[in-house]
Each structure stands twice: as structure tokens, then as C-alpha cells.
Nanobody, 123 residues
Framework: VQLQASGGGLVQAGGSLRLSCAVS????????IGWFRQAPGKEREGVSS????????YYVDSVKGRFTTSRDNAENMVYLQMNSLKPDDTAVYYC?????????????????WGQGTLVTVSS
């Protein structure tokens, strides 16, 4: 079981990035996929979560209206489109997979984790 996050980088405030999460080793549409981030000195927080069929999507308040999560189960990919980026969005972003219905922002709900991808937003 493997998740691979990519797409991070350095961007100016107001810019956009799209993160990708490639999943392998399991049937993607059996799992809820979450996006988390961890800024220096802070705890890892749930940013977004998308249910198996994309019927339910969660966003933390701080990214609502700016971030969009989507998934392509046929291609075993999950995406996090990030627009209007702010310096406060600077963090290492992780994708994770959990075998449960619906969505969740709790780290403990997710069994499998990918390595992170660094997003740096300059002011």
C-alpha cells in the first residue's frame, strides 16, 4: 500500500498549486482520502477529506472557497487544487487513506500515509 503526494513548491501569495496523490496497492474507491498539513512548530491538521464516491467532501474553515479536492478512482489519483494561497498555507502537505464511510479530519481515522510535499507561500 502506497500513497505518493507531489506538486508542492514555492509560490507567491495569491498564486495556485495543484497537489496530486497517487495511490497504489489497494482499491482506491474503497477508501476515504484525506489531505493534512503540518506547519513548522504546529500540529498536523486536517485540510480536506473526500469520501469514496466523492459524494461528501470536507474542508477546514481556513481553506473553504480556496481549495478544491477531487478524485479519479479509475486513475487512482486524488487532487488538491489550492487557489488564492496565503503565507499561512505554508506547510508540508500529506495525503492519507482510511477505510471508513464519509469524511474525517481526524488523523487517527487514517491508516495509510504518504510522504509529504512541501508548499511554501511567500508574501
Amino acid at each position: 500500500v502506497q500513497l505518493q503526494a507531489s506538486g508542492g513548491g514555492l509560490v507567491q501569495a495569491g498564486g495556485s498549486l495543484r497537489l496530486s496523490c497517487a495511490v497504489s496497492g489497494f482499491t482506491t474507491n474503497d477508501y476515504t482520502i484525506g489531505w493534512f498539513r503540518q506547519a513548522p512548530g504546529k500540529e498536523r491538521e486536517g485540510v480536506s477529506s473526500i469520501s469514496r464516491s466523492s459524494g461528501s467532501i470536507y474542508y477546514v474553515d481556513s481553506v473553504k472557497g480556496r481549495f478544491t479536492t477531487s478524485r479519479d478512482n479509475a486513475e487512482n489519483m486524488v487532487y488538491l487544487q489550492m487557489n488564492s494561497l496565503k503565507p499561512d498555507d505554508t506547510a508540508v502537505y500529506y495525503c492519507a487513506a482510511g477505510l471508513f464511510p464519509g469524511t474525517s479530519a481526524r488523523r487517527s481515522a487514517y491508516r495509510y500515509w504518504g510522504q509529504g510535499t512541501l508548499v511554501t507561500v511567500s508574501s
